[in-house]
């Protein structure tokens, strides 16, 4: 994450079983590092319309820190006493 903050990237997350709606969202790719790693190499991608969600923004907010926050706070609103 501190990474990712320093260089202002994103960290993209797909949901499991959703590979060939990501598949289909890459209009070209290109290898731009490590070339001799194959598949493991450092891709550039052209995409459109990828189903992917923001896991970690480039302030490095972490879905998986302020998700459960915020579900929490929603589901304590909800929460009804039964006496």
Request: no cysteine.
């Amino acid at each position: 994450i501190d990474a990712i903050k320093e260089f202002g990237a994103t960290y993209l997350m797909a949901v499991g079983g959703a590979a060939y709606l990501v598949a289909q969202a890459i209009k070209k790719s290109e290898v731009v590092g490590f070339p001799e790693l194959g598949m493991e190499a450092i891709y550039e991608f052209t995409i459109e319309d990828m189903p992917v969600t923001v896991a970690v923004d480039v302030r490095g907010e972490s879905v998986h820190k302020i998700g459960p926050q915020i579900w929490k706070a929603k589901i304590e609103e909800q929460t009804i006493e039964i006496v």
